[in-house]
């Protein structure tokens, strides 16, 4: 695959998560947020290493205008906040590590699926575990009761981050079915 992507449409990344990051997993009105699979995505296809920290500024700036201005809790923005850097940080360098995997290939799609799934357990990991030590609401509750609560939340991070990346390595599939060059019986 190498660096194909050195004109990959970032803004369409940015896009996504501006319009889908106010509601975690959505509902009949709006999609689920999308700012996991975008993170993902863009260490697959952006080279250049500053957009994390673009992508970084534009989810904290969503999140400021959501709970400011758009009636969204802030009961999330706590000194556990920052575990989001690590967070987008493992989904970044998951899709950085995918890069070297043959999206044209069915084994190469396979790979970067499994790479995403364990990437997305370890950044449910880091980011609940970053809420339960220092989000100052756990103070009485045991470990074990916390992530008995919060385990049925991850199969709907699962799904819709596989989902958003799904579509976007579907589309890219056809995109480069579409333009590939047409194939010329000799003879």
């Known amino acids: 695959m190498g660096y194909e992507f050195k004109r990959f449409p970032v803004w369409g990344l940015m896009a996504l998560m501006a319009a889908t990051r106010f509601h975690h997993f959505g509902d009949l009105q709006t999609p689920p947020d999308a ?3 975008v993170f993902f995505l863009a260490g697959l296809f952006v080279p250049q290493s500053g957009f ?8 904290v700036l969503i999140d ?4 400011t201005y758009g009636g969204v809790s ?3 923005i706590t000194p556990a906040y920052l575990f989001l850097v690590p967070t987008y940080g493992v989904l970044w360098f998951a899709g950085r590590i995918c890069r070297r995997h043959d999206l044209d290939r069915t084994v190469g799609l396979i790979r970067t699926l499994v790479v995403l799934t364990v990437a997305v357990g370890l950044a449910f990991a880091i980011s609940n575990a970053g809420f339960y030590f220092l989000s100052g609401y756990f103070d009485h509750l045991p470990l074990r009761d916390y992530l008995r609560q919060v385990a049925g939340y991850f199969p709907p991070y699962l799904l819709t981050t596989s989902a958003y990346a799904g579509l976007m390595l579907a589309g890219r599939w056809l995109w480069r079915q579409r333009t ?3 194939s010329r019986p000799t003879g």
């Open 180 to 182: 590939a060059p047409l």
């Open 64 to 67: 400021l205008l959501a709970t």
């Open 35 to 37: 700012s996991w699979a």
């Open 74 to 76: 802030d009961w999330c």
């Open 52 to 59: 994390f920290a673009l992508l970084f500024l534009e989810a």
